[in-house]
């Protein structure tokens, strides 16, 4: 059974980075064609794929926010570490972490609950 | 601005069948790159409902389909019922961006 599970703050406050842990289990990330992504949801708003991190270690970043994020895994511990400094209220959304188990471009077959992050002072 | 055009909202009556569009260019759906649907519904996370344009994963029922053509793709739900009053994602790849990319959304109300 393949399940996934965001935790981290609830609320940070501008300028402030942000650090949150997709702790999964049912799969290993150092199988084959096992990915992990963080997707972000602002409020009545659509889905942005942020970024993903790849069996062998491989990252790819969204072009828009590729400098200010940074993505790591921990297979012994399976988790993926996700931080994103400079927080901006427009960055408050539901992060979710999703799993893909055929590579780069294949779909995201299970997803956290996802954990919502409020960008205030 | 997402890079996969679908519309706002769509609706229809039970029982009826509706169709969602997803538009996209050739550097993704016209390059080739897989289609994935997701349905969201109020409250929850997005479930994966078709993936590689396609196909329908286990417990996902025979009325929705999905088809894929061009620069587009589509979802189809028949029979329509209240339980499908959802919003719905369209994902691709997209080469020039180098990552996966959502379409903006389309909300489902069944009348």
């Known amino acids: 059974q393949v399940t996934l599970r965001e935790s981290g703050p609830a609320l940070v406050k501008p300028t402030q980075t942000l650090t949150l842990t997709c702790t999964f289990s049912?799969?290993?990330?150092?199988?084959?064609?096992?990915?992990v992504s963080w997707i972000r949801q602002p409020p009545g708003k659509a889905l942005e794929w942020l970024v993903r991190?790849?069996?062998?270690?491989?990252?790819y970043y969204s072009t828009s926010l590729k400098t200010r994020l940074t993505i790591s895994k921990d297979t012994s511990k399976n988790q993926v570490v996700l931080t994103m400094t400079n927080m901006d209220p427009v960055d408050t959304a539901t992060y979710y972490c999703?799993?893909?188990?055929?590579?780069?471009?294949?779909?995201?077959?299970?997803w956290g609950q996802g954990t919502l992050v409020t960008v205030s002072s | 601005q997402s890079v996969l055009t679908q519309p706002p909202s769509v609706s229809g009556a039970p029982g009826q069948r509706v169709t969602i569009s997803c538009t996209g260019s050739?550097?993704?759906?016209?390059?080739?790159?897989?289609v994935h649907w997701y349905q969201q519904l109020p409250g929850t996370a997005p479930k994966l409902l078709i993936y590689?344009?396609?196909n329908r994963p286990s417990g996902v029922p025979d009325r929705f389909s999905g088809s894929k053509s061009g620069t587009s793709a589509s979802l189809a739900i028949t029979g329509l019922q209240a339980e499908d009053e959802a919003d719905y994602y369209c994902?691709?790849?997209?080469?020039?961006?180098?990552?996966?990319?959502f379409g903006g959304g389309t909300k489902l109300t069944v009348l």
């Open positions: 999703a799993r893909s188990s055929s590579g780069s471009y294949s779909d995201f077959d299970y």
């Open positions: 049912g799969f290993s990330l150092s199988t084959s064609g096992m990915c």
């Open positions: 991190i790849d069996w062998d270690d491989d990252k």
């Open positions: 050739g550097s993704n759906i016209g390059a080739g790159f897989d």
């Open positions: 590689a344009n396609s």
């Open positions: 994902q691709s790849f997209d080469s020039s961006l180098s990552g996966s990319l």
